[in-house]
C-alpha cells in the first residue's frame, strides 16, 4: 500500500463528475448502460473517466420502448 500513489480528492471528484457527464450523455442518447462499476469506468493518462463495456447496454426508442442489446439481442 506505501508505494500506491494515492488521489487527491479533486482527482477523485474529477472522476466522478465525469463518470456522471458520460452516463448523461447516454442517457440523453437513449442508452441505458445497466452494468455501472469500477471496473467499467477506465482512465486515461490524465484520469478522464471513460464509460466503458456496454455488453448489457439497453437502447431505447423515443417513448421508452425496449429494442435490444449492445450485442444486438431482442428484448
Same mark, same amino acid.
Given at each position: 500500500? +506505501? #508505494? @500506491?500513489? !494515492?488521489? *487527491?480528492?479533486?482527482?477523485? @471528484? #474529477?472522476?466522478?463528475?465525469?463518470? =456522471? @457527464? %458520460? /452516463? =448523461?450523455?447516454?442517457?440523453?442518447? *437513449?442508452? !441505458?448502460?445497466?452494468?455501472?462499476?469500477? &471496473? #467499467?469506468? /477506465?482512465?486515461?493518462?490524465? $484520469?478522464? =473517466? @471513460?464509460? +466503458?463495456? $456496454? %455488453?448489457?447496454? &439497453?437502447?431505447?426508442?423515443? %417513448?421508452?420502448? &425496449?429494442?435490444?442489446? =449492445?450485442? %444486438? &439481442? #431482442? /428484448?
Amino acid at each position: 500500500i +506505501a #508505494n @500506491k500513489p !494515492i488521489l *487527491s480528492w479533486d482527482m477523485r @471528484k #474529477n472522476i466522478i463528475v465525469g463518470t =456522471a @457527464k %458520460g /452516463l =448523461a450523455y447516454l442517457h440523453q442518447e *437513449s442508452i !441505458i448502460h445497466g452494468d455501472i462499476k469500477q &471496473r #467499467n469506468i /477506465l482512465l486515461d493518462e490524465n $484520469f478522464t =473517466a @471513460k464509460v +466503458a463495456d $456496454f %455488453g448489457l447496454a &439497453r437502447f431505447f426508442q423515443e %417513448g421508452g420502448t &425496449r429494442v435490444g442489446t =449492445a450485442d %444486438g &439481442r #431482442n /428484448l
